[in-house]
């Protein structure tokens, strides 16, 4: 079965996520991956092996802004996705999420995948922050390491 690791990627999702019964989310389909793939062609990235997917990072350049609305809770996720315009000039990557299989963790695949997705990003744009929606200890960890890493300042929304 050569996508196997594609549903289970799905499920994992679901699972910690729960984006279809959180409205405040964006629940990702083929709409809005087309989106996301508008506003900027690294805006989702993945590792795959010959079972599929095994890291998946999803980030989303948009305006300074957006990202204090985000951040002062005005806008949710799917204000973010709609009012970013693939014309702006992105000063800002939201961090949205990050998924690896179990086996895989551990290894630095979703550092890896947000580096070069914001370097690709930043090929175009001045990027002066990143900003991320605080989910789990891990996805914290990783947005600190990411900040880090590039020197920028890091925002958090938290409920």
């Known amino acids: 079965m050569p996508e196997e690791n594609l549903m289970r990627m799905i499920q994992l999702a679901e699972e910690f996520f729960d984006a279809k019964n959180d409205p405040l989310q964006i629940s ?8 996301l793939r508008e506003i900027h062609p690294n805006t989702i990235s993945e590792i795959r092996n010959e ?22 809770k005005t806008i949710h996720e799917g204000d973010l996705l709609k009012e970013t315009t693939d014309s702006s000039d992105y000063e800002a990557v939201y961090l949205c999420s990050a998924l690896v299989l179990p086996e895989y963790r551990g290894k630095g695949l979703a550092k890896q995948l947000c580096t070069a997705a914001i370097h690709s990003i930043g090929e175009k ?22 900040a880090k890493e590039f020197g920028l300042p890091l925002l958090s929304r938290v409920e």
């Open 125 to 146: 744009h001045s990027i002066k922050y990143l900003f991320y929606w605080a989910f789990s200890s891990e996805g914290t960890n990783l947005a600190r390491s990411v």
């Open 51 to 72: 079972q599929g997917p095994i890291a998946w990072v999803l980030v989303i350049p948009t305006s300074v802004e957006l990202m204090r609305q985000f951040i002062d």
């Open 28 to 35: 990702v389909d083929e709409q809005t991956m087309a989106r």
